[in-house]
């Protein structure tokens, strides 16, 4: 039997290997793309100290601490691990997708012992004509079955697992791009904050000097008591800043210890020691928009989805056509003895040819493929999306790094000047010239110039920060070309397709 099915076997083979494959042929969309950003001149023009590759973008931030903080969080942190299982799991849908396009084989064995009753018609027939009514049976098979996939419905599920897999890591590089940044970010906030604890708390130090002096002048008949009281709510306005900075603190470090995959307060002694707010660092490039494209891990996560999205189009699609299989068993039984199994006439053999076809169905298979159409449908227009948010993130970034860092140098003027008038304040108010009223005057400003300068700075790394991350950077950029290739053009986003069936 099985040497009258090789004619048929062969004929499925050769229109396997020479067929095409339904549904569209995937080709990467292609993307509208302008030739620069908008704010790229002007943050190419920054004055700055230092620059930063976007391999490694935090390393120009020239922090010892921030690196190994950034190093620790990309080994421990529990979002990349999650990321890295899902990584796995498309792993193995993959290698299912590519056993599915492969024969399948299992060998099967069996011992059965059976004693008949002599009550039952077969046992009453057996012992009238003096038979055995035990009996035993021994069998051992090896079967085999392959779905020819004539039409391409379990090329195009594998090409579906392969883009899904694709994108799975890429998702992984994305999170790791994100905790990097977010460490960073997190590592900012804490230097800022405990830049405005330490100013909020040396004024604090300045006014209450400045409320002995008033006590005592009060005290000896020369100072009055409005001066005093005065004096004593101007100090406890800027100590009442000091929990609230304080409390923001906490938060902080706590948020970055779960960034580190720790419980929070692991850290925490050793970031409490003080230290300067990191200087944003300039870019030793930036590229262009569709350079930012092509390395944006989250867009070859939402490109990888329109491919696979496409392909199963082609899964749906195959469902109108046959599904053929070829099946075949070898093996022995006996019902004699053992030692009988395997032998000449203890031999069986089977062939099958399989046919699947849903002739019937095509309402439903209609369903499935508008169904496959209209969810690629939305996976390209997610990406479209996904593009257009991009640009935004590094425009946004841009203008938030040059406009922070503008306010920085304003401010800084303004410290000068704050400084002057208060020591121009406090002498001339020792020498009766002024009230009390001008000195406070001169040293709330001081203080709210310095808290603003404090807090601008810290903006401006968080810019710097976010605009490493909206450009992608913190991963080799080699690797974006090699996972997804993107096309780009002048002109609107569309996807070319070709149904070759």
């Not at 099967?108 to 008949?116: F, G, L, P």
């Amino acid at each position: 039997m099985l040497t009258d099915l090789r004619p048929l076997a062969l004929m499925l083979g050769v229109s396997l290997l020479t067929g095409c494959a339904v549904g569209p042929d995937y080709r990467s969309p292609e993307i509208d793309a302008s030739s620069r950003f908008l704010g790229q001149k002007a943050v190419a023009h920054r004055d700055v100290q230092s620059t930063a590759d976007l391999e490694a973008w935090w390393a120009g931030f020239e922090d010892p601490l921030l690196n190994r903080l950034i190093g620790l969080a990309l080994e421990q942190n529990l979002d990349i691990a999650q990321a890295t299982a899902r990584i796995a799991q498309s792993r193995a849908s993959l290698h299912l997708a590519d056993a599915a396009l492969l024969p399948s084989a299992n060998v099967s064995a069996n011992a059965a012992r059976t004693h008949q009753s002599g009550e039952t018609p077969l046992g009453q027939l057996l012992s009238a004509a003096r038979g055995d009514r035990n009996g035993s049976y021994y069998e051992a098979n090896l079967n085999a079955s392959w779905e020819i996939d004539v039409f391409g419905g379990l090329r195009r599920g594998r090409e579906a697992a392969g883009a899904e897999y694709e994108a799975s890591e890429a998702g992984a590089i994305a999170t790791r791009l994100a905790v990097a940044a977010q460490t960073a970010d997190v590592y900012v906030t804490i230097r800022g904050l405990q830049t405005r604890i330490a100013i909020a708390r040396q004024q604090a130090e300045t006014r209450r000097e400045l409320l002995s002096t008033v006590t005592l002048q009060f005290e000896k008949g020369i100072a009055a008591e409005l001066q005093m009281r005065q004096t004593e709510g101007s100090l406890a306005q800027v100590e009442a800043k000091i929990p609230v900075l304080e409390s923001g603190l906490d938060v902080a470090m706590n948020a970055l210890d779960v960034l580190l995959g720790v419980q929070p307060g692991t850290y925490r002694a050793e970031l409490s020691v003080a230290a300067p707010i990191p200087a944003a660092p300039g870019f030793a490039e930036i590229g262009t928009p569709a350079d930012m494209i092509r390395r944006r891990p989250d867009l070859i996560v939402a490109e990888r989805r329109v491919a696979a999205a496409s392909a199963r189009i082609g899964v749906a699609i195959s469902e109108y056509y046959p599904k053929f299989s070829l099946g075949g068993l070898l093996g022995s039984a006996t019902a004699i003895a053992s030692g009988n199994l395997f032998t000449g006439g203890a031999s069986q053999a089977l062939g099958i040819l399989g046919l699947r076809w849903r002739l019937f169905d095509f309402g439903r298979i209609d369903a499935e493929i508008a169904a496959a159409r209209g969810r690629e449908a939305e996976a390209l227009a997610a990406y479209r999306l996904a593009v257009l948010r991009a640009t935004e993130d590094v425009e946004n970034a841009f203008s938030a790094l040059v406009k922070r860092e503008a306010q920085v140098g304003i401010l800084t003027r303004g410290e000068s000047s704050f400084a002057r008038a208060r020591e121009n304040s406090a002498a001339a108010y020792k020498g009766g010239v002024v009230s009390l009223i001008e000195v406070l005057d001169a040293d709330g400003n001081l203080l709210q110039a310095r808290d603003a300068k404090a807090e601008a700075q810290t903006e401006a790394a968080r810019a710097a920060i976010a605009s490493f991350r909206a450009l992608g950077g913190g991963w080799d950029a080699q690797h974006a070309s090699s996972t997804a290739p993107i096309a780009i053009r002048d002109e609107q986003v569309h996807t070319h397709r070709q149904t070759t069936r």
